[in-house]
């Protein structure tokens, strides 16, 4: 089973900048699409940002759009999250998921999370 | 943009009893593209259910996914000590954004 394991989190204050990072196991990283969704302290479960096995597509919710890039390294079986111009309100654990293929969302791997905390 | 709606927000029941978890969207989620997520006590969540009934591989039997159109639900038969959890329903495939349920917790009565 792969696995996914997220860095980069910590304390930042509002406006500033933080970049996550997803180490993936699995030799087949590059076939899979792969997301991150957040998690809010006691509040449920938000998609944030999405891209495609080679990076052609790109989404992001609204309440980040214009402040979060989502972007890939196939070489490197990495995942990666910048984000910039942080608010209080992007407090929140990070997931790095994994789209199951053939399903445009549905995610089927989930690692453990980085907490990201924003504050002054 | 559907909006998920879980109910209830809490269940209180006791283990071998019966959970009955539902998820009602605002409008029609087509191809059934509703799945079902468990997060246990600082767990990650994990995927339960696909397509509203597929139960993913190596999740027991006794979870069971039902419902079409814009009426979900989720049913644990007898509840194990591990099932007492939080879950989440989704709507997935082509239609942004991707939204999640708000959360049903199953807490031991």
């Known amino acids: 089973e792969e696995q996914l394991v997220e860095s980069g989190g910590g304390l930042v204050k509002p406006g500033g900048s933080l970049r996550l990072t997803c180490a993936a196991s699995?030799?087949?990283?590059?076939?899979?699409?792969m997301s991150w969704v957040r998690q809010a302290p006691g509040k449920g479960l938000e998609w944030v940002a999405s891209i495609s096995s080679i990076s052609t597509y790109l989404s992001y919710a609204n309440s980040v759009k214009g402040r979060f890039t989502i972007s890939r390294d196939n070489a490197r079986n990495s995942l990666y999250l910048e984000m910039i111009s942080l608010r209080i309100e992007d407090t929140a654990v990070y997931y790095c998921v994994r789209e199951a293929n053939g399903a445009i969302m549905l995610f089927d791997q989930w690692g453990q999370g980085t907490p990201v905390t924003v504050s002054s | 943009e559907i909006v998920l709606t879980q109910s209830p927000g809490t269940l209180s029941l006791s283990p071998g009893e019966r959970a009955t978890l539902s998820c009602r969207a605002s409008?029609?989620?087509?191809?059934?593209?509703l799945a079902w997520y468990q997060q246990r006590p600082g767990q990650s969540p994990r995927l339960l259910i696909y397509?509203?009934?597929s139960r993913v591989t190596g999740i027991p039997d006794r979870f069971s996914g039902s419902g079409s159109g814009t009426d979900f639900t989720l049913t644990i038969s007898r509840l194990e000590a591990e099932d007492f959890a939080i879950y989440y329903c989704?709507?997935?495939?082509?239609?942004?954004?991707?939204?999640f349920g708000q959360g049903t917790k199953v807490e031991i009565q």
């Open positions: 397509g509203a009934s």
């Open positions: 409008q029609t989620i087509s191809g059934n593209y």
């Open positions: 989704q709507q997935y495939g082509r239609s942004p954004p991707w939204t």
């Open positions: 699995a030799s087949n990283f590059n076939t899979y699409s």
